[in-house]
């Protein structure tokens, strides 16, 4: 009996594949294509039509001509300024946060969870613009606001100014984002099971000491995940300063990151015209930051960061 | 918590704190909201109060309505979001379905292939997908953004859907099998109806991108009939910059749609979140 | 040191009264077994004695001192949980000195103490692992050992059992009824299995409802109750109860007798029954007899006995250990 059904072969289980093929198709073809495209592309250039292979020249350009490399590394830096300020500012307020929403038996909790992640919720065209009006020196909420604490003297046109633009656009791009960190913090103080915050209730473990010592360890894999999450929407961020700033990125390039710099490039602006293969150039750079980043995070961080089961 | 474990300083301290922060949050809108509202001259003179009977004025909005396109965009921005939404969660369950169902060889491979890109965002293709969609005469067309922004959303969704999916007992599944229940029976019949909470929760975070994405509409499809609503308004804001109240009212006329949405789908989002989906 | 009053206390969750007037005193070193069925009140009771929970009105006396609103580290106790609650980011060592390192107790003397806990409970070989690499058991011992380095003056223990299996279950229990024997300490013990409250108890508080049922030493409630309700709950298998107008009886409403008061014969006896079903356990027999005149009865006897279902049966009670309840299921005497 065995024998015989041995012999014969598993049927193929097509309903397996029916089920796959849709996402795999799209995904593949309109995602990891292009991806893999891109990359491809920037290994080429164009004249007269023609498209032809130039290996790394691209990638010569974008580094050894002054102007270029000139752009690049300043989209680079202050895009990686625009991260520090997303780790140093929204990650510590959205633990924060979370962890006060998170206190037992808070009355309104949910009120507060709900407001404040209204802004997460909202596009970046209302957000840049939004923000744009409050701080403008014409209308003058900002200066406004700022009297009324006696602070008058401090307003200055912040977008405007080359020093602060980026800055506060980061603040800005914070307080549309702080939501995110804010839930994923909640979920995994939630997750911590009553009896061990009891348990160190009854060790007369409470209120700060609790925190660092109990709770802190434990929501660790999410700060990781939150870490990372906000890397890669960082590194990949476009929006709130085209709308802010335009695609120029003023004043004087001062609030370029590597979103808007591959969007002049592959567009082009004014009197330069667009140039996908530089374009891809670029993107191709952002894929290997964002690649090196994620790869840093999985190999090294994420291994560290016990997970605990309860 | 009791009295022994409770100290009211640091209740009071910590809604203190909370109301501070939302009164962060909110500012923002609320100002825009309220000035929207307002004629010119009040809107400069007194910026944060709300509007009174003499300084009510629905000139912003009579002015943004005109321009009529913006039904147009809204429309366009409805039916991106709606068609790509059910081709995420109806092939995103199905891949999910596949993946935590059936032990196949390349199972690992292919959950890891999905997941790469909840890591590498989309957007870094977006050269040779322009190109794919000129060459395949899809440039301004809403179907390019459909396709754009299922395949963005496909990999969050089977990820979430698949740990979902492993929570739907064995038994059920084997006992509809027994029962004489087709794979693709067991699916729609048993296992959607099932996870269709966590389809909730996914929808969410699928819609908020789609919906608010500038890149792509401004790439793909820019032209007048394709417009989405944060596109047009985005145009239409930049036109109009000088003008305050037709700005406030585009810009209020943005935020309601959203803010109804969220409201409604709020408690699914936390719940989904708080459930585990996404940790 | 160690003794601990419970003055008239109430707990309400809303309109749901859980506890409804608790007055209890244990007297130090005793063992208290707090017993009932799920809902009777008996872990919430305990987590106000823990101030983990407040009581919504009555106090709470350690050692003649008002601790009502004290913190609960401040209490002078320690809690062994349900499902453990160890820290899983910290080694069991770390797990045990936490505590006492908060309240910065020297170095020299948590050492002291984590050495002749966990030398007490053989913990050991497993000081520097963390708990998610530890057996069920292995756990429990670590969240008692918690308890242990911490010399409170009252042990707690929230249904410390129930996540084992059966024969880790039996073990544990020795080893807690050793370490009450060892440290002198006074102990509250929740559980709702019986076998649990019999085998350690000193004294066993039996709760239904909100209410104390029968507050006394584990062979009283065997041998007393003092009504219905623990008579049913103290023994298994569960004692018969006998509608008291079908034998005739004046005065009581109903008539209790345990199944192993019940004897057997199959020639003569005073209620002739069918065997209804028939477990055979090898060290002793349940029947389940169906007699004409007491209804339905449980007859444990000891030992191997040949009866199978369909069979008929005489069943005897013993007269000397026949209880009587009045309407309000009060025993009467």
Redesign the interface.
């Known amino acids: 009996m065995a024998g015989e059904f041995a012999q014969q072969k598993k049927p193929i289980r097509w309903h397996i594949a029916v089920f796959l093929a849709p996402a795999v198709l799209v995904y593949t073809a309109v995602m990891i294509i292009p991806l893999f495209g891109t990359l491809q592309l920037s290994l080429f250039n164009a004249e007269n039509q023609q498209r032809f292979f130039v290996g790394l020249d691209n990638f010569r350009k974008l580094f050894g001509d002054p102007r270029w490399s000139a752009s690049f590394w300043n989209a680079l830096w202050n895009n990686t300024w625009f991260f520090i300020i997303h780790m140093l500012v929204q990650n510590p307020i959205g633990i924060g946060l979370a962890a006060l929403l998170s206190s037992p038996k808070l009355r309104f909790s949910a009120f507060y969870r709900t407001a404040i992640f209204i802004p997460t919720i909202l596009s970046f065209v209302i957000v840049g613009f939004a923000w744009k009006l409050i701080l403008s020196p014409l209308w003058g909420v900002a200066p406004n606001l700022l009297d009324l604490v006696g602070l008058k003297s401090l307003f200055t046109p912040w977008l405007g100014k080359e020093e602060y633009a980026l800055t506060t656009l980061g603040l800005i791009s914070v307080w549309q984002f702080v939501g995110i960190p804010m839930m994923l913090i909640y979920a995994a103080l939630l997750s911590i099971?009553d009896?061990?915050i009891?348990?160190?209730?009854?060790?007369?473990?409470?209120g700060m000491?609790q925190f660092w010592?109990?709770k802190l360890?434990?929501i660790l894999p999410s700060i990781g995940i939150i870490s990372i999450l906000t890397f890669v929407g960082n590194f990949n961020a476009f929006d709130l300063i085209y709308s802010a700033q335009g695609a120029l990125a003023g004043p004087n390039y001062s609030t370029d990151i590597l979103g808007t710099f591959l969007y002049r490039t592959f567009f082009g602006f004014q009197l330069q015209t667009g140039d996908p293969y530089m374009g891809s150039a670029i993107a191709s750079m952002m894929f290997l930051i964002i690649l090196t980043g994620v790869c840093i995070y999985l190999f090294t961080i994420q291994t560290r960061l016990?997970r605990?089961?309860? | 918590m009791?009295?022994?474990?409770a100290s009211l300083p640091r209740t009071v301290g910590a809604h203190a704190a909370l109301l501070a922060y939302t009164a962060i949050a909110l500012f923002p809108v609320v100002v825009i909201v309220i000035n929207s509202f307002k004629s010119r001259n009040a809107i400069f003179r007194t910026p944060l109060s709300p509007p009174t009977s003499e300084t009510f004025d629905l000139i912003g909005y009579t002015m943004v309505l005109n321009q009529g396109d913006f039904f147009l965009y809204f429309q366009n921005s409805l039916i991106v979001t709606v068609a790509s939404l059910f081709l995420v969660l109806l092939f995103g369950a199905m891949a999910a379905f596949a993946l935590s169902e059936y032990r196949f060889r390349g199972n690992t491979l292919m959950g890891l292939y999905l997941a790469l890109g909840i890591m590498i965002p989309i957007r870094l293709g977006t050269v040779a997908i322009l190109q794919l969609m000129v060459a395949s005469g899809l440039v301004n067309t809403l179907t390019a953004l459909v396709l754009v922004y299922t395949a963005q959303g496909l990999p969050l969704a089977v990820f979430i859907l698949s740990e979902f999916m492993k929570q739907v007992s064995d038994d059920l599944k084997n006992a509809g099998r027994i029962d004489g229940l087709s794979e693709y029976r067991i699916f729609f019949r048993l296992v959607l109806p099932l996870v269709r909470p966590s389809m909730a929760t996914v929808a969410v975070f699928t819609m908020i991108p789609i919906w608010n994405d500038l890149w792509f509409p401004l790439i793909l499809a820019p032209s007048e009939a394709t417009k989405t609503i944060t596109l047009g308004a985005q145009l239409f804001i930049g036109q109009y910059v000088t003008n305050w109240n037709a700005v406030l009212a585009a810009l209020s006329l943005a935020i309601l749609p959203v803010l109804v949405l969220y409201l409604i789908f709020s408690r699914q989002l936390i719940r989904g979140i708080t459930s585990g989906a996404v940790k | 040191m160690g003794s601990l009053t419970i003055d008239k206390v109430k707990k309400s969750f809303g309109r749901v009264d859980v506890l409804k007037g608790i007055d209890l005193a244990v007297n130090d070193g005793e063992f208290v077994v707090f017993v009932g069925p799920s809902g009777c009140g008996k872990s919430t009771l305990l987590r106000i004695i823990?101030?983990?929970?407040?009581s919504t009105s009555g106090r709470v006396l350690i050692d003649g001192a008002d601790?009502?609103?004290?913190?609960?580290?401040?209490r002078g106790?320690?809690?062994v949980?349900?499902?453990y609650?160890?820290?899983?980011?910290l080694t069991v060592r770390s797990n045990m000195s936490?505590?006492l390192k908060?309240?910065g107790t020297p170095a020299a003397e948590i050492d002291r103490r984590v050495t002749a806990a966990s030398t007490m409970l053989s913990l050991e070989p497993y000081l520097e692992r963390r708990p998610?690499e530890l057996s069920g058991g292995q756990r429990q011992r670590v969240a008692i050992g918690?308890a242990v380095v911490?010399e409170p003056k009252l042990f707690l223990f929230d249904e410390p059992l129930s996540n084992l299996d059966a024969a880790l279950r039996v073990n544990t229990r020795l080893e807690i009824a050793q370490l009450h024997r060892r440290l002198k300490a006074t102990m509250i013990y929740v559980t709702h299995d019986q076998v649990e409250a019999m085998t350690l108890a000193d004294k066993i508080v039996v709760l239904n409802a909100g209410r104390i049922e029968q507050v006394g030493a584990p062979m009283d409630l065997y041998n007393k109750p003092a009504n219905e309700f623990v008579a049913g709950f103290i023994g298994s298998p569960r004692m018969n109860f006998i509608d008291a107008a079908k034998l005739g009886e004046g005065q009581a409403k109903t008539i209790g007798v345990r199944p192993e008061h019940l004897t057997v014969d199959t020639g003569s006896g005073a209620w002739k029954g069918t065997v209804v079903h028939a477990e055979h356990l090898g060290a002793d027999t349940n029947l389940y007899v169906e007699t004409e005149k007491a209804g339905l009865l449980t007859v444990r006897i000891f030992g191997v006995y040949g009866a199978e279902a369909g069979s008929t049966l005489y069943v005897t009670p013993d007269p000397q250990r026949t209880y009587r309840f009045d309407a309000d299921g009060k025993a009467l005497a």
């Open positions: 099971p009896e061990v009891e348990a160190a209730e009854m060790d007369g473990i409470t000491a010592k109990i360890p434990l016990r605990y089961q309860f | 009791s009295r022994a474990t | 823990a101030g983990l929970e407040d601790v009502t609103v004290t913190p609960p580290a401040n106790i320690a809690m949980f349900q499902t609650a160890l820290y899983p980011h936490l505590g908060q309240i998610a918690r911490r």
